[in-house]
């Protein structure tokens, strides 16, 4: 089941992001349906399966499912293009993949892939850890922080929320760092954070910002910190 699923993802991901250069891309947009390259695409992920599958014939419904499916999945993106986020199409045609993928090595393999997963009491308690620090900290930081206001301070030159998810990108590393006792990795996650913040930290308008930047960033660290030390010890003592 492992190998099928390693060799069936190995040749998406060459097919998909290391053998279709942007000019294939650009010109499945223009031309579509009618794109020559739309076919080269399918048959370079045929190819790869009858390799890494080595000819076997026992997978005959890989070799003939994943191209057709990944064909019109593909068909379905380029006409929705103008009319559906980008993101969420992307999003959609990757999931479109790996469902197909899952639902052959399911046919192949029903004895190994079992829906009925067992949650137990740690991966609930990582569950919630993630909860807390994606959204819950993030509330607890916003009131904390609402007792000072820089309204002077314009966002515009910015991209949009990029704060927020800096947030909650580095106090997820904070806490991986915490639960692996990698505390030297959050030392230089702090410092490669102030490099890339000393422009704003050195700017002389006043300290204001400074500081209302330091007490946010220390904020989220000392959280991220306590939300993974309360994870190994709970999950310690289950």
Known sequence: MISFLLKTLIAHVIGDFVFQPDHWIKDKQFK??????????IVIHAALLFILFQFNMEFW??????????????????????????????????????TVILGLGWHYYPQELTLNIQLSNTLLLLMLSITLLTYGVAVFIKVIMSKWDLPED???DSLSKAGKYIGILERLFVFSFVVMQEWQAIGFLIAAKSVFR?????????????????IGTLLSFGFAI?????????????
């Not at 579509?32 to 695409?41: E, M």
């Not at 890989?62 to 999003?91: A, C, G, Q, W």
């Not at 306590?226 to 289950?238: A, E, F, P, Q, R």
């Open 32 to 41: 579509k349906a009618k794109s020559k390259f739309l076919y080269f695409h």
């Open 61 to 98: 419904l890989v070799f003939l499912i994943i191209p057709v499916s990944h064909y019109m999945i593909d068909i379905l993106k380029i006409y929705l293009e103008k009319s559906i986020n980008s993101r969420y199409l992307f999003t959609f045609d990757q999931l479109a993949h790996l």
């Open 154 to 156: 314009s966002d515009k």
């Open 198 to 214: 000393f422009g704003d930290l050195s700017r002389a308008k006043d300290r204001k910002l400074t500081e209302y930047i330091l």
């Open 226 to 238: 306590l939300v993974g030390l309360m994870y190994k010890y709970i999950s310690n003592h289950l």
